[in-house]
C-alpha cells in the first residue's frame, strides 16, 4: 500500500521519505505548503503547482494523498454540519463542524471508530459489539484524522468562514490512541502546517491518568478532562475508567502535572444529568475538588439520544449550578447543545449496531431520578 502523506510530520517528510527517494529537503518544504498551506489542500499531485515535474510524478506513483472519502453532510437547523467520512476498510467516521455567530468555527474530529469507554449517557460508547471490546472498532491513523481537518477546510471555509478551533472530542478516547492523537495535533499546529494556535486544539479525555500525564509532558496542545460526576460512586457508575482511575487520583494528578505548565488551564467538562450529578451539593463538592487546579468548567446540556436513560438538567437548574460555582470564583460557562437536531451534537456520534455496550446497573439512589425528570 502507498503511504499517506498526511500521516508525516514536516520532519519525517524530510528524512525519511522525501530524503529516501532522492529529493532535497527543501523539496518536502514546498511539498508540506501544498499540504496543509495557502489555501490549497492538495488533494492530488494535480494539486502541486509550482513543483518539480519529477518529483510531482514520483509522488502520483508512490504516494497517496487521501485516507478518507467523503460519504454525506448533513446540516442541522443551527447550521451545525455532520460530515461522514468512508475509510479504506469501509469503516465510517464522523466529523462535526460547528459555527458560531462570534466568527469562530470549530471542527470536532474523531480518534477511533466506535469507543471502548463504555460511558452510560454517550451514543458513541453504545455501538456494536461484534468483533469489538465493548464499542471500539479500530484506532484512526494520524492520517485519517488530519485529513478531517483538512477536509472540513477544503470543503467549508467558504461556506461556514474558516476554521479556527479544533477539538478531539468526536468518536472515540484520543489518549487511547494517544500515538496517533499526538502526531496529528503536531501537523495540526505546525506553523508552516495547519497553523492552528496549539491553545485552539483542545484533545479531551475521559481521564486516562498515564495517557494524560504524557499528553501534558509532549504536546502543547490545550486538554479538556470529562468529569461529569463529584463522587466517585456516581463516576464508577456513568464512566466505568473511574474504576480504575478514580477521581482522587485524575485530579491529583492534574494538580501536580499542572503547577509546572505556566499560564496552562485545563478545561473540565460536565454535562448536567437530572437529578444524578446537578445537585447543590454536587456544585458545592465540585468548588471543592476544582481547588488548586487551573481551571475552566463547561456546563453542558445532556443530548438525549434513542434508548438514552438520561434526562437533561432544566435551564433554571444549570443556572443556579452555575452561579453557586460562578461565586466560589470558578470560571465557568453554560454550553448550549448545538446540532441536536441531526444527531451531531457532543454524545450523540455515531451509529448503533445491533448489539450495544452494557449498561451498568444503575445505584438504587438514582433509580427514580431516571424515571422522573427532576
Ligand atoms: S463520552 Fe467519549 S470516552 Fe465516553 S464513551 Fe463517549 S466517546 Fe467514549
Known amino acids: 500500500m502507498r503511504p499517506c502523506l498526511l500521516v ?11 530524503g529516501t527517494h532522492g529529493y532535497r529537503p527543501g523539496q518536502a518544504l514546498m511539498l508540506w505548503k501544498r499540504l496543509y498551506g495557502n489555501n490549497i489542500w492538495a488533494h ?3 494539486d502541486l503547482e509550482g513543483l518539480n515535474k519529477d518529483f510531482k510524478n514520483m509522488l502520483s506513483e508512490h504516494a497517496e494523498f487521501k485516507a478518507v472519502s467523503l460519504k454525506d453532510i448533513v446540516t442541522a437547523s443551527d447550521g451545525t454540519k455532520k460530515i461522514l467520512f468512508t475509510l479504506e476498510d469501509g469503516l465510517v467516521v ?20 466506535g469507543c471502548a469507554m463504555n ?15 465493548m464499542g471500539l472498532r479500530r484506532n484512526l491513523t494520524a492520517a485519517e484524522i488530519v485529513e478531517q481537518a483538512v477536509f472540513a477546510r477544503r470543503l467549508l471555509t467558504s461556506e461556514v468562514g474558516s476554521i479556527t478551533n ?4 468526536g468518536m472515540g478516547e484520543p489518549l487511547q490512541n494517544i500515538e496517533n492523537v499526538l502526531q496529528a495535533a503536531d501537523i495540526m499546529v505546525d506553523e508552516q502546517g495547519l497553523q492552528f494556535s496549539p491553545r485552539k486544539v483542545t484533545v479531551s479525555t475521559s481521564g486516562l491518568v498515564p495517557q494524560l500525564k504524557r499528553f501534558l509532558r509532549e504536546s502543547n496542545c490545550a486538554l479538556a478532562v470529562s468529569l461529569n460526576a463529584t463522587t466517585d460512586e456516581v463516576r464508577n457508575w456513568i464512566m466505568p475508567i473511574n474504576r480504575k482511575y478514580n477521581l482522587g487520583l485524575l485530579l491529583g494528578t492534574l494538580r501536580e502535572e499542572l503547577s509546572s505548565k505556566h499560564k496552562f488551564k485545563v478545561l473540565f467538562e460536565y454535562v448536567m444529568l437530572a437529578g444524578v450529578n446537578d445537585s447543590i451539593d454536587d456544585a458545592e463538592r465540585l468548588i471543592h475538588l476544582v481547588q488548586d487546579i487551573p481551571c475552566k ?3 453542558i446540556t445532556f443530548n438525549p439520544h434513542s434508548g438514552s436513560q438520561f434526562k437533561p438538567t432544566r435551564d433554571e437548574k444549570m443556572i443556579e449550578f452555575r452561579n453557586i460555582l460562578a461565586k466560589a470564583g470558578c470560571t465557568v ?7 441536536d437536531d441531526q444527531m451531531a451534537a457532543c454524545g450523540q456520534l455515531g451509529k448503533p449496531g445491533e448489539l450495544g455496550a452494557p449498561l451498568l446497573r444503575v445505584p438504587a439512589q438514582f433509580q427514580a431520578a431516571l424515571e422522573v425528570s427532576v
Open 8 to 18: 508525516l510530520t514536516i520532519g519525517l517528510l524530510q528524512q525519511e521519505w522525501v
Open 44 to 46: 492530488s499531485s494535480e
Open 119 to 133: 460511558c452510560q449517557f454517550c451514543y458513541t460508547g453504545r455501538q456494536a459489539i461484534i468483533f469489538i471490546k
Open 297 to 299: 468548567i463547561n456546563l
Open 333 to 339: 460557562l453554560l454550553r448550549p447543545s448545538r446540532g
Open 166 to 169: 479544533v477539538v478531539f472530542m
Open 94 to 113: 464522523e466529523t462535526v463542524v460547528i459555527p458560531c455567530p462570534s466568527g469562530r468555527t470549530t471542527v470536532c474530529v474523531s480518534s477511533q471508530v
